[in-house]
Each structure stands twice: as structure tokens, then as C-alpha cells.
């Protein structure tokens, strides 16, 4: 018989030992969390004994705590306290963070809020000896931690109810130089017993999360070719200090920055020539890339203001603007925040074309490509996609068309987009309610020219269709109808009179109109008038007479006119 060669089987097995140990968490491989505040078990001088169960209502402790303060924000990953067993406790230890509770550093000690508890470690597992013992906090117990905000950490008895000064588990303390920014308490008596010249031995560990991160590549000539030179890049923020990063392209090579920063950003800026510089305001707070842009030297640049008229309210929502180039797809050169003034200004080559693009938060608009020539001062009224007609010639090249027909027993809703160009990437569509609840979706990739036909629209029922259009050269851009519904079926039909020259349908909304003038006219004319229009009104928007805008507005005016001369009549009488 073979004996057996244990010598091939020791790799294998201890591959199955570290497997078996990573899926327990024993093994913690690439661990983020670091060490954020901490007291040395080298100024161990005093021990207490945590024999009662926690909370405790005798003299002995169930909890010992220390009160911390951070400066930046983390969330806890971990903390270890120094600690032995005495005799053979059996039960757990837990530590928790609770929220502070008193004067930080004096009277320092635990509200009744637990904000997170630590996994339990088994007294049993103790050293006799005194030594550092880790307490995990898992991923639903890692609370993030603010900063300048005073916490407390406690290590506590929780289900222990057999021990004794025989047989207990032991924590470290400091109690004759502590130095430590917080202080020690102790619960036991049904309170907290504070003592600010006493600290607990402690390591602190937890990963520092930010909220805001930011990406820049560069530096760039607008041609897409690495710039020789160096960009100084510096990001803003309205409550911190600026972060300056170096672009260095002097060796052919472009770097990235990665910012992650704890604190909201606000815009950053560069040297984009010796003269002049460049903004990119972030619309986007919480995260963003961006590509930095610098002059060509063998191109010539001017800063460029552009004046909003902005008749439709636009930049209300939409105050950012950007000034967009294609660029080994669409880069954006300069992003700017119109000012007090509906103003911005740009750092741009002279007479290259740039795609116009507004934006909020969320969202963008984008109108057209701009030429810009001699002119630095640039006058854009803002009303649909009005640009000035000389220098935008994006939408001769797109085109979209919408129309509605009615029909039995539904009726349709066409959609006919077009694009000269065959750079169109997709079009979504979306056809909602007038309250805004979508009821048609549908997406159409790598289609430069379609016409789409809806066959359900109800025809007693307002639609509202929206374009959402990702092309090659423009970037991302919207288009939206309104479709009334057109309500024909009359109500009021009255085929037995025979054949009329009209419609006998029209009859009795059309009395109805005159029956509202009759009656109003008992208070005076001009308020007959008005009722009469508002019936018309009324009538053409439920569909019994169709009357068109064009009558009812001049109507209107009528029926104002007549009040004005009866309000005159009045005053000279």
C-alpha cells in the first residue's frame, strides 16, 4: 500500500485555512480604517473591574467610558480598550459610542442615546495579562462620527451575572497624569461618576469617508493635444480653505488629480494663458470631472461677455453656463454662473464655434453653436432656442415635427425627427398626462431620421410629449409639445330640425351663451358681456361650439372696452 505524500497536501490545506479564516473575518486584508485618536496603555496605573451587569445598581461597575472630540469627520470601524480576565469570567463584553452627555474634558459621560455597538467579544478569551483587545463595530454599526462634536466610548458588561471579584474582567485606566483632551466615567449606583483627571486606555480606528470627490485631467490645448506647460489648478469653497493641485504637461504626458475633499466645493480656476484664466463652477456639488483647457500659443484668445435677456425665466433654474467644444467627444472648455446681472464671461478662441449649453443640478439644455468674432460683448435673448440668426446654425441640421389626429375609436400622435447630419446617438420619448404621469416610454438608438406613431391617444384627453436627443456633436438637448385634446363630439345634436345650413348641434350652446348675457345684463351691459365670453370660453375648451381664439380674445377685449366706458359714464354722471 502507497503511503500517503503529506507534503502535497500542505498548500492546499492552508489555502483552505485562509479562505475559511477571510470568510469569518479573522483575516482583514486592505482594511481602510485608520488610527484617529488614541491613550497609551504605557500610562496604565489603575484597573477597575467591571463585575455587575449593565447597567448597575450596586457599587461595583458595569461600564467605564471615555469622552472624545475629533476634528474631521470619521466613521467608526473600531477601538480597543486594555484589558485581562481575573479567575474564569464567563460572558461578553461589548464597547459602544454613545452621544455626549456634560462638560467635554470636565464632567464628560454617556447620554442614554447608543449611536453604535460593537460585536461581543467572549470573556473567556481574555488574557491573564493585561492587553490591548479589539471590539468590531460591523458595517450597520459604523456611525459616522462629526466633526468638533464631543462623543463617548464605553466598554460595559452586557449579559455577564456570574462574576465576582474572583472571577471578573479587568479594563486599564490612568488615573495620576492624565493628559488626554477628554475624561474618564465610571457607572455603577444607577449613574455616571465622572472623574476629569482620569482617562481609560484606548485606540480609536475608523475610516474617513468624504462626501465630495472630484476628478481633473490636464492640462489641454483645445485640439485635444497635451499642453507643454504647467496649469495651477486651485478649488474653492465658500467655508474652507482653497486646494491647490499642479497639472504638469511640460513632459508630454497629462496628469489626473483626484480631490476628495469633506467640505461642499465651489468652483475651480486655473491659469489658462500668462494673462487670463478659466472657471469651472460646479453645478454638481458632490462629485464632478472635468478636463482642463489652456491657450494655444499659436491661436489667438479673448474673453467674451455674454448678456442674458432672459424674457422666460430661464436662468432662474438654470444659472450655469457652459461654453462646450467637440474634443475627442463633447469637453467642456469653460463653465461659468451668470451673475446678479444675467452675465458671464469666457476665455475663448476667437472665431472657433462653441456649443451654447445651460444647466442646473440635474439637468441641461443646449442651444446651439456660437461663433465668436470680433465682437466681445455678445447680446442672447433667451425665449424657446431665439439665438441671434447669424451666428447659430445648429437646428438647421436637426428638426423635430409633432401633430395630433383625431380618430375611432382612438386617436394618433406623430413624432417626426430628422437629422441632416447622421450624428444622432438616440432619442427618447416620452408621452405624459398633463399632470406630468407618464404613460409611454420608448428609446430609439442610432436613428438619425424616424417618424414614430402613437395610436392610442384618447381623443378627449391633453398629452404632453417630450424628446430627450443625444447627438454626436451637441451633446444632450430637449424638446417638448403640448397636444390639447379637441373634444368634437357635440352633445347638444339636433337632426330631427332636418338640414340647416349649419350645424343644429350649435344651437343650444350657442343659446346658452346668449341666455348668460340676458341674465348678467339685469346687473348692468358690460358684465352681461363678460359672462358671455367666459361661457364661449367654457364651451370651446369642452368642445360644444367651436369658437375660434382669435373671436374670443377680441371678445374679450370688447367686453372690457364696454366696462371702461360704462366705469366713465359712471364717474361723469
Known amino acids: 500500500m502507497r503511503s500517503m505524500d503529506t507534503k502535497r497536501l500542505v498548500v492546499p490545506f492552508l489555502l483552505c485555512c485562509l479562505a475559511l479564516s477571510l470568510f469569518l473575518g479573522i483575516v482583514k486584508i486592505g482594511s481602510a480604517s485608520i488610527l484617529i485618536d488614541s491613550y497609551s496603555e504605557t500610562n496604565h496605573d489603575q484597573t477597575d473591574f467591571l463585575i455587575h451587569l449593565h447597567p448597575s445598581d450596586e457599587i461595583y461597575f458595569s461600564a467605564v467610558s471615555q469622552s472624545i472630540n475629533l476634528t474631521t469627520s470619521y466613521k467608526i470601524s473600531s477601538v480597543k480598550f486594555y484589558l485581562r480576565k481575573t479567575g474564569l469570567p464567563v460572558g461578553n463584553l461589548v464597547a459602544r459610542l454613545y452621544e455626549h452627555n456634560g462638560t467635554f474634558g470636565v464632567d464628560s459621560n454617556p447620554s442614554t ?20 483587545v479589539e471590539f468590531t463595530f460591523n458595517s450597520s454599526q459604523q456611525y459616522m ?28 485606566l490612568d488615573s495620576s497624569s492624565a493628559t488626554h483632551v477628554g475624561n474618564e466615567a465610571e457607572y455603577r449606583n444607577s449613574t455616571w461618576y465622572t472623574y476629569s483627571d482620569e482617562d481609560v486606555v484606548f485606540y480609536l480606528y475608523a475610516y474617513h469617508e468624504t462626501n465630495y470627490h472630484y476628478i481633473v485631467h490636464g492640462p489641454y490645448y483645445e485640439n485635444g493635444q497635451v499642453a507643454s506647460c504647467i496649469a495651477n489648478v486651485t478649488l474653492y469653497s465658500k467655508t ?252 347638444w345634436g339636433m337632426a330631427w330640425f332636418g338640414t340647416l345650413p349649419f350645424n343644429t348641434a350649435y344651437v343650444l350652446p350657442a343659446m346658452l351663451i346668449v341666455f348668460a348675457g340676458a341674465c348678467f345684463s339685469v346687473v348692468n351691459a358690460y358684465v352681461g358681456a363678460f359672462m358671455m365670453v367666459i361661457i364661449a370660453v367654457l364651451e370651446s375648451y369642452m368642445g360644444w361650439l367651436p369658437v375660434p381664439a382669435s373671436v374670443i380674445v377680441v371678445a374679450f377685449m370688447f367686453a372690457i372696452i364696454m366696462g371702461i366706458i360704462y366705469a366713465k359714464r359712471k364717474i361723469q354722471s
Not at 460595559?156 to 471579584?165: E, G, H, K, M, P
Not at 475663448?348 to 466681445?376: C, K, M, Q, R
Open 240 to 491: 474652507n480653505d482653497p486646494v491647490q493641485s499642479v497639472l504638469n504637461g511640460s513632459d508630454g504626458t497629462a496628469d489626473t488629480v483626484t480631490l476628495d475633499v469633506d467640505q461642499a466645493a465651489w468652483y475651480f480656476s486655473w491659469n489658462a494663458s500668462a494673462t487670463a484664466t478659466r472657471s469651472y463652477y460646479l453645478s454638481s456639488v458632490s462629485t464632478d470631472e472635468l478636463w482642463v483647457y489652456v491657450a494655444d500659443p499659436t491661436k489667438t484668445y479673448t474673453i467674451y461677455t455674454i448678456a442674458f435677456l432672459d424674457l422666460a425665466g430661464v436662468l432662474n433654474s438654470m444659472p450655469y453656463v457652459k461654453a462646450e467644444r467637440y474634443i475627442n467627444g463633447m469637453k467642456t472648455v469653460e463653465k461659468q454662473k451668470v451673475d446678479i446681472e444675467k452675465k458671464a464671461s469666457f476665455y475663448l478662441e476667437t472665431w472657433a464655434a462653441y456649443t451654447i449649453v445651460l444647466e442646473d443640478t440635474t439637468t441641461s439644455y443646449t442651444f446651439g453653436d456660437l461663433t465668436f468674432t470680433s465682437t466681445t460683448s455678445i447680446s442672447l435673448t433667451l425665449k424657446a432656442v431665439d439665438f441671434p440668426k447669424a451666428t447659430l446654425f445648429t437646428y438647421k441640421y436637426v428638426r423635430v415635427y409633432g401633430e395630433r389626429a383625431l380618430g375611432t375609436p382612438n386617436g394618433t400622435i406623430t413624432i417626426m425627427y430628422q437629422d441632416t447630419l447622421n450624428k444622432t446617438n438616440g432619442v427618447q420619448i416620452w408621452i405624459n398626462y398633463k399632470n406630468g404621469t407618464n404613460i409611454v416610454y420608448t428609446n430609439i438608438l442610432a436613428n438619425s431620421t424616424f417618424v414614430y406613431t402613437w395610436t392610442s391617444a384618447s381623443n378627449d384627453t391633453d398629452y404632453a410629449v417630450a424628446l430627450g436627443i443625444t447627438h454626436e456633436t451637441y451633446g444632450y438637448y430637449g424638446w417638448k409639445q403640448y397636444f390639447p385634446r379637441s373634444l368634437s363630439d357635440m352633445p
Open 113 to 132: 442615546v447608543v449611536l453604535a455597538e460593537s460585536e461581543p467579544v467572549a470573556m473567556a478569551w481574555l488574557s491573564t495579562l493585561f492587553a490591548l
Open 145 to 172: 462620527m462629526q466633526a468638533n462634536t464631543p462623543y463617548c466610548l464605553a466598554c460595559l458588561n452586557r449579559d455577564a451575572t456570574t462574576l465576582t471579584t474572583v472571577n471578573r474582567p479587568d479594563i486599564g
